[in-house]
């Protein structure tokens, strides 16, 4: 039974749409994350949040925002989606303590047309 | 910067043989954490080392980190099928985890 929670799966929109990927999990974790990959790629971090009202932006430049106004929640917006932006985004939280694993969601596999 | 180098990037190999990957850093890190992905899914937590020298066993799996915590490796004996994916190693770095780029392993029957 997954704890945290990614919709939708898949996604197909036309270039310019404006977009949210929900991420929502039950273990109360402060920390969240949202990374971006490829297929069979790494992944590289595009937003993290270590509390309500904080967030942060990764190594890799994105031009999507997030907001954390609740602890479950941790939402990516794209405001006008392009084809450059097809790829694969997963979220992620994690307790305290740096040696805490990271508990992932399944993904949203997006594509812009 | 590549901080976390795996290798091999590919394997395909047949049911029943055994495996080693590796994850290696030009820099000493604290701790390690080793993640395999199916297709289609998020990454899922195998183990996490944190001392030097450290083995770890799961099943058929076994983790070892470096004794100057600058390397890590993965043996899978006896591979199955239900095996494959790709198997990433990550670093805690000023709080997030940074990625290697992955083993992808593919295991034939």
């Known amino acids: 039974e997954a704890d945290i929670y990614q919709t939708p799966r898949y996604l197909v929109i036309g270039t310019g749409k404006k977009i949210t990927l929900e991420c929502s999990q039950t273990?109360?974790?402060?920390?969240m994350y949202w990374y971006q990959q490829d297929p069979g790629m790494e992944l590289h971090l595009i937003h993290y949040?270590?509390?309500?009202?904080?967030?942060e932006k990764g190594d890799l430049s994105s031009e999507s925002t997030v907001s954390r106004i609740r602890t479950e929640h941790f939402p990516l917006t794209l405001e006008s989606a392009r084809p450059s932006h097809t790829s694969q985004y997963l979220c992620?939280?994690?307790?305290?303590?740096?040696?805490?694993?990271?508990?992932f969601g399944s993904g949203t596999r997006l594509t812009v047309v | 910067t590549q901080l976390l180098e795996q290798s091999p990037q590919f394997l395909s190999i047949q049911e029943g043989e055994n495996l080693t990957v590796y994850c290696n850093s030009s820099?000493?890190?604290?701790?390690l954490q080793w993640y395999r992905q199916e297709p289609g899914e998020g990454p899922v937590l195998l183990v996490t080392?944190?001392?030097?020298?450290e083995v770890k066993k799961l099943k058929r799996l076994t983790f070892q980190f470096g004794d100057a915590r600058k390397d890590s490796s993965l043996h899978i004996t006896a591979a199955q099928p239900g095996d494959t994916g790709l198997y990433l190693c990550?670093?805690?770095?000023?709080?997030?985890?940074?990625f290697g780029q992955g083993t992808e392993l593919s295991v034939k029957p």
């Open positions: 949040s270590y509390g309500v009202n904080s967030t």
């Open positions: 273990m109360g974790h402060d920390k």
């Open positions: 820099s000493v890190f604290s701790s």
């Open positions: 990550a670093r805690n770095q000023g709080g997030k985890l940074i």
């Open positions: 080392v944190v001392t030097g020298g």
């Open positions: 992620a939280s994690s307790g305290p303590g740096q040696n805490y694993g990271y508990t």
